[in-house]
């Protein structure tokens, strides 16, 4: 199975930008599709984006369209979200998680979860 951990989060102002990794070890991430989630305080985990194994196609959840973007390098087994003009109500838990079969935007699609990584943005 596949390990991913998430790194890049942080603390930033409001018009801001971040960039979150996700590192896979155990298996070659080129063989899964991987999405980003996010998760707030009281609230349910929400789709940000998603990325087939060859990242020629992609998914966006509506609130990110236009200010993130997603990308791989899978010579370096990793996923990327560019996160650019980040509001307050960005903040949250970043989770990415990988899937062997399909591209899902919905988190019970997923086998594999990182253990997340804290963005703050402070308005």
């Known amino acids: 199975q596949v390990h991913l951990v998430e790194s890049g989060g942080g603390l930033v102002q409001a018009g801001g930008s971040l960039r979150l990794s996700c590192a896979a070890s155990g298996r070659t991430l080129s063989a899964y599709a991987v999405g980003w989630f996010r998760q707030a305080p009281g609230k349910g985990r929400e789709f940000l984006a998603a990325?087939?194994?060859?990242?020629?196609?992609?998914y966006y959840g509506d609130s990110v369209k236009g200010r993130f973007t997603i990308s791989r390098d899978n010579a370096k087994n990793t996923v990327y979200l560019q996160m650019n003009s980040l509001k307050p109500e960005d903040t949250a838990v970043y989770y990415c998680a990988a899937e062997r079969l399909r591209l899902p935007t919905t988190p019970n699609d997923y086998d594999y979860w990182g253990q997340g990584t804290q963005v703050t943005v402070s308005s």
């Open positions: 990325t087939s194994m060859s990242g020629g196609i992609t």
